[in-house]
DNA sequence: TTAATTCCCACTTATTCAATAGGATTATAG
DNA sequence: CTATAATCCTATTGAATAAGTGGGAATTAA
């Protein structure tokens, strides 16, 4: 008796591909810059995606370049240091429900007045206090075999 | 630095027009039928986009429907037997934020594996656990001025 | 000097969102 | 009985977005 599944309350795969990227990195750290290619490969995500979703994580300082061969990319802190939101954030935007709820609230007619803004203003804080109380430091615990791909 | 936002993780206007319809519908109610060109005339929404959206309302038993001139449509219950959650739903289908959590999850490979499903099934259960918990009786209490529109 | 890599930007394809449109059916009021 | 007001049903549309692909320039290690 559910509606047809549209794209309603779900995050893109750039979200969920940025995580990936990141927890790759934090799980194959040895020091040396790793790859796209090979974070590709291991996450079974194209490059050429990756290399776009990269450059707003970069530029925020979550990792550091290294250009030519032999280059890559490295995390610039201890993996407790990301949350998941720090991370969603910055590759989907706000997870506001709305626009009228969140980091810059676009207003309306009748804020005070709207009961629905309070719905949308709990959602968001329900997300958020998820999103940011998980840090890479716990996906890293709650992997049990390393080896294997995070499909999700 | 935010990312340009998206449309990730956002309630469709569907979701919330259905909200704002069954709300409608409880704080005008007189036993008589309320007709959509009314709702529609107040919230300032297309007559003929709500005509699309209550549909699946009234088959799954919400509201009932009175056709002919003064027809229209009724709450079939009282509004605090009605949550947002059943409300959203019905109308944007499940809540969660990934395929692979939810009312239908999609199996994936490595499902027990995965670090990140860990992550989709709490957001899942944080939204559900606000829009279950509220329902239309809140929603009147917290209009402060009925006859306002609520511009969500 | 070659090969591997990041960097940058344009382009594409399919899908979805958010409506609009037209008309058939049903019931009420006069 | 007839005009009108409403629900019901299905198709179509235009714009935006999602999710990637593609080409090539710049940089660096071996």
Redesign the interface.
């Known amino acids: 008796?559910?509606?047809?599944?549209?794209?309603?309350?779900?995050?893109?795969t750039?979200?969920?591909y940025a995580?990936?990227l990141m927890?790759d990195l934090a799980t194959y750290n040895t020091g040396e810059p790793i790859s796209l290619k090979d974070v590709a490969r291991r996450q079974q995500i194209s490059d050429k995606y990756l290399e776009q979703i990269i450059p707003?994580l970069n530029?925020?300082g979550y990792v550091r370049s290294v250009r030519g061969a032999q280059g890559g990319y490295l995390l610039t802190r201890d993996p407790g240091e990301y949350t998941?939101g720090m991370i969603l954030?910055?590759?989907?935007?706000?997870?506001?429900?709305?626009?009228?709820v969140g980091?810059n609230p676009v207003s309306?007619?009748?804020s005070?007045?709207?009961?629905?803004?309070?719905?949308?203003s709990?959602?968001n804080d329900?997300?958020n206090?998820?999103?940011d109380n998980?840090t890479l430091a716990?996906?890293?615990d709650?992997?049990?075999?390393y080896t294997?791909?995070?499909?999700?």
Chains 1, 2 share one sequence.
């Open positions: 008796m559910t509606a047809e599944v549209g794209r309603y309350m779900k995050i893109s750039k979200g969920r995580l990936r927890l707003s530029k925020a998941v954030r910055l590759t989907e935007g706000d997870l506001a429900p709305v626009n009228c980091e309306c007619d009748n005070e007045n709207c009961a629905l803004a309070k719905v949308w709990r959602v329900a997300v206090q998820v999103v998980i716990d996906l890293l709650w992997q049990t075999d294997n791909q995070y499909m999700i």
